[in-house]
């Protein structure tokens, strides 16, 4: 949506390779979030970002995934050694102004083959 | 038990009528609670946002909460073939930054013409 932008929006990548996922949130937004989106699973937390630091990672399913972010703006999202549940739709979303909800983003469409 | 129940539907409705899209939950702490509308291959975007009990009107729209049952309903009316795409509900226990908002699975809801 507006506000965030994703890429790349269709990722395809074969079982065990490293992927990364951007995230670039309109400027201003000190915190961020990531989010996974399984077929069936509904919207899962990974983590969030206040500024650089991510104070809950608890989402983070495994070791393989590390987030990081720079400059309080744009946040990558690495899965090495991908698998194929690793496959999902991950959204990025930063806090709205006018509510407690959140602006997403469009999505990384990831597929492991 | 999830935190978040909610029936993944598929829900297929005559244009024009009525919809009724529900979740339930188990944590009496949640205060916040949410309804985002997400079409195919976009990002979730917020609908209707409510706090505490009580409901909350916005054209065809409107959202209930009854913390009481741990109940939250969105009706539509009038629904529109526009309004196919997926519901989901969220919620949060905290009106602070960093509190990670708990989703639904969601309800994928068609409305024929």
């Known amino acids: 949506g507006a506000g965030v932008s994703q890429s790349p929006s269709n990722k395809v990548t074969e079982k065990g390779k490293d992927v990364e996922l951007r995230c670039d949130p309109i400027?201003?937004?000190?915190?961020l979030y990531w989010y996974r989106q399984s077929l069936g699973q509904g919207l899962e937390f990974l983590i969030y970002?206040?500024?650089?630091?991510?104070?809950?990672k608890s989402g983070l399913p495994s070791d393989r995934f590390s987030a990081e972010r720079t400059g309080g703006s744009v946040s990558t999202l690495t899965i090495q050694r991908t698998q194929q549940e690793d496959s999902a739709v991950y959204l990025c979303?930063?806090?709205?102004?006018?509510?407690?909800?959140?602006?997403f983003g469009s999505g990384t469409r990831l597929t492991v083959v | 038990q999830k935190e978040v129940e909610q029936d993944p539907g598929p829900l297929s409705v005559p244009e024009g009528a009525i919809v009724s899209l529900n979740c339930t939950y188990s944590n009496s702490a949640f205060q916040y609670f949410m309804w985002y509308r997400q079409y195919s291959r976009k990002g979730p975007e917020l609908l209707m946002y409510?706090?505490?009990?009580g409901n909350k009107e916005d054209g065809r729209f409107t959202a209930q909460v009854d913390k009481s049952s741990k109940y939250i309903s969105l009706f539509i009316r009038d629904s529109q073939p526009s309004d196919s795409a997926t519901y989901l509900c969220?919620?949060?226990?905290?009106?602070?930054?960093?509190?990670?908002?708990?989703f639904g699975k969601g309800t994928t809801l068609s409305v024929s013409s």
């Open positions: 400027s201003g937004h000190t915190a």
């Open positions: 979303a930063i806090p709205m102004d006018t509510n407690y909800g959140y602006t």
């Open positions: 969220a919620m949060s226990d905290l009106n602070q930054a960093g509190t990670a908002l708990i």
């Open positions: 409510t706090y505490s009990s």
């Open positions: 970002f206040q500024g650089n630091s991510a104070p809950d």
